[in-house]
């Protein structure tokens, strides 16, 4: 699969096609969402435009991922303006999600939590016949650009907050072109990262919960296959392994199909203006908090699925800070 890092040295930027154990600067190129308009102004698919430009320097892979290089491993793509960049996510998505968030909101009723609910009707739904709409899936907004961390960036526990624990999932990233369409570029190894405490208290915080800063990356894949795709998330404390678990993602994990998720993402008009780049967070079926992980100051996460390059590494950074009251002035 063609896969692509954007890096960074100093004021100097670049584009890379990954070719092991190298990376293979692309000439001329400085960012994937250029790449992308310029390819879809020339009418050229996306892998034709990185194979005529990556004629470039080779780097070793090995010193940049390690940060040995000068090249520093940026986010695989960003808006030059980071307010252009929606990301977001859909929830409930996996045949095994609804376990881990079911048991998050037990009660002692047997009543069905909204959870439940809400899974079972993706189950019934969340794959319509072509041409038909589906049951919208849940949906969450993360923030903009400013939310998103390269690999090996800290993923920050803000002072008022619970919690925060990894949510290993796999991102799909799109531009809009100038018409206005959505064009999925390809996906990214993510790591979603929320306030699972501050969720359990009452799933009405669940807005609340996921704004925290996430990971995307190291490679951008470029329209990967995506009915089933393997991976592992692990937690690393003082550089010994604490907890890992199997996962998978993909369309035969999943009761909603990635085209019910598109559609119901875009159906709105202010998710269709163009140029803007949507990295959309598409759900987890495996999280250490349900296994009773507490995570820690220093702590690594680490998210890997087969097929989408090396793995993401992201150490959790907690602020220490007093809490403190946010007031606002007056004109």
Known sequence: MLRLVQLRRGTARAVALVAEPDLRLLDGVESVWALVLSALDDGAPLRRAVVAHAAGHRLAY??????????????????????????????????????????????????????????????????????????????????????????????DVPWFAEDGGEEAELAAIYVIDRQGRPRRVGMAAGNEFSDHIVERTNYLYLAASKLRTCAIGPELVVDPPFE??????????????????????????????????????????AHRRPGDVHVH?????????????????????????DGFGRP?????????????????AEV
């Open 62 to 155: 090995d010193d940049v991922y390690a940060g040995r290089s000068a090249w520093r491993l940026e986010v695989p793509i960003e808006h030059p303006d980071p307010a252009r960049c929606l990301v977001s996510g859909t929830g409930l998505t996996h045949l095994g999600s609804a376990r881990d968030r079911q048991a998050m909101h037990e009660k002692a009723e047997a009543e069905l939590t909204d959870s439940m609910r809400m899974f079972r009707a993706g189950l019934q739904g969340g794959r319509p016949a072509p041409g038909a709409v589906g049951t919208p899936p849940e949906w969450f907004y993360k923030g903009d650009g400013r939310v998103l961390r390269a690999h090996a960036e800290p993923l």
């Open 312 to 328: 993401l590494r992201n150490p959790v950074r907690m602020d220490r800070r007093a809490p403190e009251i946010v007031s606002a």
């Open 281 to 305: 967070f598409l759900g987890a079926n495996g999280l250490s908090f349900s296994d009773g992980v507490r995570l820690e100051d220093g702590d690594e996460m680490v998210v890997a699925f």
């Open 228 to 269: 089933l795709v393997n991976g592992r998330v692990a937690i690393e404390r003082g550089g010994q392994a604490l907890w890992s678990r199997a996962i998978a993602t993909g369309e035969r994990e999943m009761c909603h199909g990635l085209a019910n998720i598109e559609h119901h993402h875009f159906k709105y008009d």
